[in-house]
């Protein structure tokens, strides 16, 4: 069975959660071993299906996240205790940057794993460059990307750039450019993070400020309907209100219609 990017994106979850859990455990002096290995055993079976598709993950800007980690590990606990608690100093702000981006990466784990889907369609070499312009952070020369296909290559261009590397594509390109965007913001829905234009972005703040008063009045209607006979035309205004909270979830689905698609057919048949 193919690995799907949602899939990758809870391998990617699992190893965050493994990185706290071991910097609890360096800070507090409690072992979390129980944790840990519920951990580990939740990422076996994802693990073995990312070797399988030949992915290795990379995480943007995972050179300065283990360099940050290098220093913090010359930090007794003590003194980071001390920092957490005081929160201020130098071990503070470096344990808090490295929080940063590491809180970063979880956050756009299915970017970077749609990404990863997406570089299996290239070349070993291709496939090497790209991760190494990811664990830097930045594309410091231009990289071909020229054995996959147009839209996939298309598609690197754009993970890429959600992922925080400035690129754009030229031809079979990936080419370095700071001003490079698409029309399309960064949106918080719920537990997630979608990418939409401005104006679908416009319409779902809409949307979803419309689902939220209706879903308050139906669960209100919902609540009396328990307690009382309705008259015919209370029902009538409670189906109307149900029907409206309907329309309103169908409406947002096509909004995110686009993105939730993306990860079809990400790179080569696994």
Same mark, same amino acid.
């Given at each position: ?23 609890? &455990?360096?800070?507090?002096? &409690? ?18 299906? &990312? ?8 995480? @943007? ?10 220093? &913090? ?9 001390? +920092? ?38 290239? %070349? ?7 991760? +190494? ?7 410091? +020369? @231009? ?20 992922? %925080? ?26 537990? %997630? ?22 879903? %308050? ?22 189906? +109307? ?30």
């Amino acid at each position: 069975m193919a690995l799907t990017a949602k899939e990758l994106a809870g391998l990617i979850e699992l190893s965050r959660k493994k990185g706290e859990l071991e910097f609890k &455990a360096r800070i507090s002096g &409690a072992s979390y071993s129980d944790e840990l290995k519920a951990v580990a055993a939740e990422s076996l079976r994802l693990d073995q299906k &990312a070797t399988v598709a030949g992915i290795k993950i990379t995480f @943007p800007n995972q050179a300065k996240i283990e360099e940050l980690s290098e220093i &913090a590990a010359g930090c007794s606990r003590d003194e980071m205790r001390k +920092a957490l608690q005081n929160r201020t100093g130098p071990t503070y702000e470096l344990l808090m940057e490295r929080a940063r981006v590491m809180k970063a990466n979880g956050e756009n784990r299915l970017e970077i794993a749609k990404l990863h889907l997406a570089m299996t369609s290239l %070349g070993k070499e291709e496939r090497e460059a790209v991760a +190494a312009a990811l664990r830097s952070g930045a594309l410091d +020369a @231009p990289l071909k990307v020229e054995t996959a296909e147009a839209g996939t290559r298309k598609k690197l261009a754009l993970f890429m750039r959600r992922c %925080g590397i400035a690129c754009r594509l030229s031809g079979t390109m990936l080419i370095a450019d700071s001003d490079a965007a698409d029309e399309e913001v960064r949106v918080a829905l719920g537990s %997630g993070i979608v990418w939409l234009s401005e104006e679908a972005k416009e319409k779902l703040t809409q949307n979803l400020d419309r689902m939220g008063a209706i879903s %308050g009045r139906v669960q209100l209607k919902n609540a009396e309907r328990q307690v009382r006979t309705f008259s015919e035309n209370e029902e009538k205004e409670f189906e +109307a209100l149900q029907h409206q909270y309907l329309e309103l979830l169908k409406e947002q689905d096509e909004l995110l219609r686009e993105f939730n698609e993306e990860e079809n057919n990400l790179g080569r048949n696994r």
